[in-house]
Every structure is written in C-alpha cells, then in structure tokens.
C-alpha cells in the first residue's frame, strides 16, 4: 500500500490494506442477538479453546508478546488525544510521549490504525494464552478511546483524524482511505469484546455506527458509488457482525451500504475481472459478502466468494500462496512475468486465510485446509524476523532479492499492523468441529479442549520435518465420536495410521479426511505417518520456471548476503516508503539456473540435514531449505532449470 498520486486522482483514494476482527462459524456463543441462519458443515473452535504446544509457532508469538508489550499505551492513544484536544502533557506532551513514525505520525492521513490493529492483536494474545496482561492493556487502550471520543462529542464519531477526511472521501476528494481507518479501529474494539468481554468496547462501537449511519443516510447512489472507489477495508464486515452482536438494524443497512457492486456484481457472472485490480482492496469485500451469507442462509454469496477464491488461488497466485505484484492482481496465469521485489503483500495472504475460513465453515471442503496451510507456512510463518520481531510487507519472488523488515519505531505500515495479529492467533485454524467429530486441519502441536463434548485431545509432531503426528486422547465423553485427521494433497502415498501400536488398515488415497471413530479413551494414542517428498511447482504460464517444495513447504535457494549495503535488510526510515521502492543489489553473477529434472528430482537433489530440511543440488551446490527458514539473506523461489 503506497501514495499513488496518479491513479488517486482517477479513484479518489489511496490504497492500503485492511485485516482486523475475527468471528467465524461456531465462535463467541452467548454474544449474538441475531443467529445465523446458515447450519455451517463445520463450526470454529474459540481461540482460546485451544492452547499451543512448543513449536516454531509459539516462538514467533513470544517475539510478537515483547513487541504487544513494548509499546506504550500512552503512544497509541497520543494522537487520538491530539485530534481531540485532550491535555496529553505540556506542549502538546511532546516531553512526556514519544511520538510514533511511519504511517503513525501526526501528519499521516493513516493515523490510528495501528491502534485498532494492537487492539486485535491483545485480544488474539489474551484468548491465546489466558494472561491478564493483555486483557489489562486493552482496557487501558479501550479506555482511552472512551474518553476521546466523549470529548470529540460528534454523535459517536472517533477517530485520530478529524471528520474532513470523510467529508473528503464523500466529496470524491483525494484523501487517503479513512473508512480502513475506521474499520481497523471498529474492529479491534469488536475484538475487545468478542475475545476480552469488555462491554465498553462495545458501547464505543455502537457509537461509531451510530455516526456512521447518520453520516451515510443521506448519501445518494452517484455519490456512494464515487465514495466507495476509495478503500474501505473489511467495514462491511464488520458491519454486519455488529449487527448479528445487537439487533440494530442501522448496522445491517450500513453493511449493505458497502456491497461494492462495480467489483462484485462481474464475479456474480464468472468474470475474472482481477487484472490491475488492487488486491487487498478487493479480498475484504468477499468478506462481507461471506459473512452476510451466513447471517441470511441463502442467496449466492457462497458461490461468487467461492469463484472469487478458486480465482486467485488457481490463476493469480504463487508456489507460496500469495498473490500480487505491486498489490496489485495481474493478468490470469502470467506468474512468471511478475516475479519483482514486490510480490505477495502479506496483508492479501491475511485477508485470503480469512475469506478461507468462513468458505471452509460454509462447506466443509478440504481444498481451502489445503490453501490455509500453504500459505500459513510458506508466508505468515516466514514474515516475522526471528532475531528481533520485524515483520516484512512484501515476499519478493525477485531471484536473489530478501525479505525487508520494518522498524520499531517508524513504520507501522499495514502489513506491520496485520503482523501484531498473524502472530498472536495461530491455533485458530488448526482444529474444527461438527457435532459427533474433531477436524484436525493443521499439524501443530497443540492441545484442543472441547469442553461441550468433555473431550480434549493433544497433538505432538515435529511436521514439517517429518510426516508423523502423534494424537493422546486426553479427556473422552461416553458416547462415540469421530477423530478426522485431514488427509493432505501433498501426500506422497497411503498414510500409515496405528491406534495405541496396532495398524489401521486404510483405502482412503490422498485427499479428504481419515475419520476414526469409536469410544474413545483417555490414554488413547493415534499415530498417523503421511510419506513426503520432493516436488516441484511450474507458474502456469512458464513449465520451465520452477519452485520446489517438499510436502506442502517451498524450499528456496540460499544465497547470501553479497551486495548488502546500508540497512539492508532493514526498511530506511529516511526514504519515502522504501519497501516499495527498494533496490535489492542484486549481485549480476547470482545463479538462477539449475541443470535438474523436475520429474526426476531424487536424481539431482539430496538431503544434507533432515533435521531442519536442508538440501543441496549436486551439480550446482545450490543450498535450498524451507523459505519460512531462510532470513537475512538473499534466496531464490523460481528457478530457471534445464
């Protein structure tokens, strides 16, 4: 997401990216005046439902605590305070707060969004682990809120911006996306109280829809239709959770209010209009759409979110998941044409494993836990530098390009705002349920407590350096139920199943689910082995331009880090949004090329550690090891090969 001057002009608008507020199928019972009408296929677990076991997941979720922790609650509320003309200290407190940089500085039309964002983040982090810390910091943040936006007293408005940006926006004015501002902070206070059950949350975001509706009201079809050319983020989403949470129709009508006909209405018909088309501006608008099709239980949202998903995973996407360049979708099947330094925006894959989860509530179809774990690994997972926490806005496909964090203190860019929540939810996904079975999505250690039931079931592997997953029964109700373990597409044959050392004779072939039901016992174990290997991935319009994987994970070349000047392969504070137009230095001699055969990989491909799955081309050296593993350096995902 960047200032592009030019193209505001035509649009009125300046793109970013939007994320925040999470519900799904199943979750947060007890919270909702208005039921869905959907019966999903299967139902979400709520987070905290589910407790992580030591993995390199939860490594990434202590770095992301120190950061949830570090910043004070002072700063995030300073320019809140400012817009409202509350004393934050003696000249404007600049000698009692340290202000914040990048996209959260005084000046910057995005202010504020990173609050919203820290406000998800805490919830995520609080549902997580259960510790009070995170639970106390939101209250302060929601607190803070509370009196900014009595003092600003405009019948619910809050914002770090005063209301001229709106007005801007409505006017068809170029002015940089304030509904995404509003959204990320609406939403983060919705999840506040789904995740925190902070009732005052609640009350400030009534009050914003409250304004939000009087604002609207008025607004005619040209104007709306010019407004909404301007990104608006996930509100519609948003919107019509608010709804479901108080039974105000007022929500209901502004989530209407943001169905985006121009981009939605071709989808309807099968059109893949996608092409130049911004994309994390576009991925959200299907999450309205989705969640709307729950709320309602009928109509076709499923299927256009569905033709709408099945598009970019089969024709804009990469090996890794992740999608766009420049954030913007390109041309149907022409991947390797696009492979820049500023491919696969991390707020896409974000948004994407969203609209992932509610399609897979609404059907029950193991291609989306296909999707949702390729692009968890080969992208979230890698996005966040271990040494000290920093995100990165791009996954460069560029050949010998690396990956660019962001700072601590002056960049807040989007992909760092939906970076303080990627890291803080993990067990999310892993685990679904329907009402006699447990679906085992993802291969994480961890532990699920289906308290409704009186079943919980612990799951211990070192996936992905191995197949075998081991599950204990250790809680199990008297009646039978059903333990589905996904049966991945990655698979390289049958899976080896044993029930405590006894085999399990199996005719289910890659695809679908083992389901293993029967009376479960506390002390049960089930060990399931699915064989892996190497394999490659073309782009669809290049056979010769190639990733590897092996199983579900890519594995990119090892470079280096010859070249490297300055602040690489940190983002420089100094230069205007330098993630976008940074110079990766390229060394002219890199190898790009490898002479293998990717039919015959175990010819010219061999294991030197596979303990971290590490492995070496013979003829080339080349080191290729899984792209979540490879940091500050240089690597290499499509290679030319011959």
């Not at 922790?69 to 407190?93: P, V, W």
């Not at 940089?101 to 969004?113: A, F, I, M, N, P």
């Not at 994390?280 to 499923?302: S, V």
């Not at 055969?597 to 080349?622: A, C, I, R, W």
């Amino acid at each position: 997401m960047r200032n592009f001057f030019c193209i505001a002009l035509l649009f009125s608008g300046i793109f970013v990216d939007s994320t925040a507020q999470s519900h799904y199928p199943g979750q947060h019972a007890g919270k909702f005046k208005v039921a869905d009408q959907l019966k999903p296929v299967v139902s979400a677990f709520d987070l905290k439902d589910v407790k992580l076991l030591d993995s390199r997941f939860t490594q990434n979720m202590v770095r992301e605590q120190k950061w949830l922790s570090s910043i004070d609650t002072k700063r995030m509320l300073h320019s809140f305070q400012t817009n409202a003309g509350i004393y934050s200290g003696n000249e404007g407190g600049y000698f009692d707060t340290k202000k914040l940089g990048g996209w959260e500085s005084l000046d910057c039309e995005l202010r504020g969004h990173s609050t919203g964002h820290i406000m998800s983040g805490l919830a995520f982090m609080y549902a997580s682990t259960g510790d009070e810390q995170y639970k106390i910091k939101g209250d302060s943040l929601v607190k803070g809120l509370g009196q900014v936006q009595k003092a600003l007293n405009q019948n619910g408005y809050l914002s770090a911006y005063p209301q001229e940006l709106i007005n801007r926006n409505l006017a068809g004015k170029k002015v940089w996306a304030p509904w995404y501002t509003l959204h990320k902070i609406f939403a983060g206070l919705m999840d506040q109280y789904l995740y925190c059950d902070n009732q005052q949350a609640l009350e400030i975001a009534s009050g914003m829809a409250s304004w939000a509706y009087q604002k609207l009201k008025p607004v005619g079809a040209a104007q709306r239709s010019l407004m909404l050319r301007n990104e608006f983020g996930g509100i519609n989403e948003s919107f019509y959770n608010l709804y479901a949470i108080t039974g105000n129709p007022e929500s209901k009508w502004l989530a209407a209010f943001f169905y985006h006909n121009e981009m939605l209405d071709p989808l309807k018909e099968g059109k893949d209009i996608l092409n130049k088309k911004h994309a994390n501006t576009y991925i959200p608008k299907l999450l309205g759409l989705a969640r709307n099709y729950e709320l309602e239980g009928t109509g076709d949202g499923h299927q256009v979110a569905d033709f709408f998903w099945q598009t970019v995973v089969d024709h804009h996407s990469f090996a890794t998941g992740s999608n766009s360049d420049k954030e913007k979708f390109f041309e149907p099947d022409h991947q390797s044409e696009h492979l820049t330094g500023h491919t696969s925006e991390s707020c896409n894959v974000y948004n994407m494993l969203k609209l992932t989860r509610h399609l897979y509530c609404q059907s029950g179809d193991v291609k989306y836990a296909d999707f949702y774990e390729k692009a968890l690994y080969n992208h979230i997972l890698g996005q966040q530098d271990p040494q000290t926490g920093m995100v990165s806005y791009f996954l460069p496909m560029l050949p010998g390009a690396h990956k660019v964090y962001s700072t601590p203190e002056n960049s807040f860019w989007c992909c760092v705002g939906s970076g303080f929540e990627n890291q803080a939810k993990y067990g999310e996904a892993i685990y679904y349920h329907n009402d006699h079975s447990v679906f085992v999505n993802l291969f994480i250690p961890s532990i699920i407590n289906w308290a409704e039931k009186g079943v919980a079931v612990k799951q211990e592997t070192d996936f992905p350096k191995t197949g075998k997953t081991v599950f204990t029964i250790e809680k199990s109700g008297q009646a039978n139920w059903t333990l589905s373990i996904r049966n991945p597409s990655w698979a390289a044959g049958k899976a080896h199943v044993t029930i405590n050392g006894k085999a399990l004779k199996l005719n289910e072939k890659s695809g679908g689910y083992l389901n293993l039901e029967r009376r479960w016992k506390a002390g049960d174990k089930i060990e399931v082995n699915f064989p892996m290997e190497l394999g490659s991935v073309a782009t669809n319009d290049n056979p010769n331009m190639v990733a590897f994987t092996y199983g579900p994970i890519v594995l990119a070349g090892d470079m280096g880090t010859k070249g490297f000047v300055g602040s690489e392969p940190y983002s420089d504070p100094s230069k205007y949004n330098d993630y976008y137009t940074y110079n990766y230095n390229v060394p002219e001699d890199l190898q790009k090329t490898l002479a293998v055969d990717p039919k015959n990989l175990k010819s010219s491909v061999q294991v030197t550690d596979p303990d971290q799955l590490v492995f070496k081309v013979n003829k080339e050296g080349v080191v290729l090891r899984p792209l979540y593993d490879i940091h500050r350096s240089r690597y290499v995902v499509y290679w030319n090969v011959h």
